[in-house]
């Protein structure tokens, strides 16, 4: 499906905006903060947080990040207060002053936690692979590793989810230069990103409603595809065959938008 430009758009999103409660979902790593060369150094640049904080004290805005890390760990890297934070593909959800409601994770987490020793084993030939326990899942990273030995690492885990019962029991899910093990529970950030504007609506009538949502992995192709027809779903990166129906080259643009949000009016743009 063919993407536009979003600066290019100014006028229709402006038309759009005025007068409408903001409701902005997105994506952390690719979006927020730019890829890095492993999770732990990712970061959230200084004036994409002063926007974000600012748009979290709007009366007129409801913010929030929808992300694959854990929610511990997006929580940390965010830290802002008054916002949703959503972990694991919607696996987790806290919105501000509620508490996490856990799921029932006792057999899956057994299976995971023997996938796990399994793949530290199975993969400790190919240097570069970093295996994240999320809790709720666990994520296999090869950004590091070669690229001639990337198939391998893949097949592997693949066959790690088939002996264990395939989709039945542990599903994987393809990121960028990454496979996700996760429950099968249905949920993901297409579910997740419908159960909230179907909130918002109740609060606030879905006519006044301006929702976005930015993302840059084909795990937001989930939620692109919920938000058609609902609001402004925008690819982060280059432009390619996506639900998505706007785009913006990077996260530094992510942060210009978000300035822009956060600037108080259209006029100001």
Request: proline share 6%; with cysteine; net charge negative.
């Amino acid at each position: 499906m063919t993407v536009r430009y979003l600066f290019d758009c100014r006028d229709e999103l402006e038309a759009g905006r005025a007068g409408k409660h903001l409701v902005l979902l997105l994506d952390f790593d690719g979006t927020l903060a730019p890829i890095a060369p492993t999770p732990d150094e990712a970061a959230l640049p200084g004036e994409t947080r002063q926007a974000l904080e600012a748009l979290s004290r709007s009366p007129v805005c409801t913010v929030a990040i929808v992300s694959g890390r854990s929610l511990e760990d997006v929580r940390a890297k965010v830290g802002i207060e008054g916002i949703t934070y959503v972990g694991n593909h919607g696996l987790e959800i806290v919105r501000p002053g509620e508490e996490l409601q856990p799921l029932n994770m006792a057999r899956h987490a057994a299976v995971l936690q023997r996938m796990k020793e399994e793949l530290t084993l199975s993969l400790a030939a190919f240097p570069g692979v970093i295996i994240e326990d999320k809790g709720c899942s666990l994520a296999v990273h090869y950004r590091k590793v070669s690229e001639e030995n990337r198939p391998l690492v893949k097949a592997a885990v693949h066959e790690r989810a088939r002996v264990h019962g395939g989709e039945r029991e542990i599903e994987v899910a393809a990121g960028a230069m990454v496979l996700e093990l996760r429950p099968p529970f249905g949920r993901d950030k297409g579910t997740i990103v419908s159960e909230m504007l179907e909130s918002e609506a109740r609060r606030r009538g879905e006519a006044n409603l301006f929702a976005v949502y930015l993302g840059d992995d084909m795990t937001d192709e989930d939620a692109f595809k919920a938000l058609r027809g609902r609001g402004w779903p925008v690819l982060v990166g280059a432009p390619r065959i996506s639900y998505a129906e706007y785009y913006l080259n990077d996260p530094g643009e992510v942060r210009d938008l978000l300035a822009m949000f956060a600037s108080g009016g259209p006029g100001e743009w």
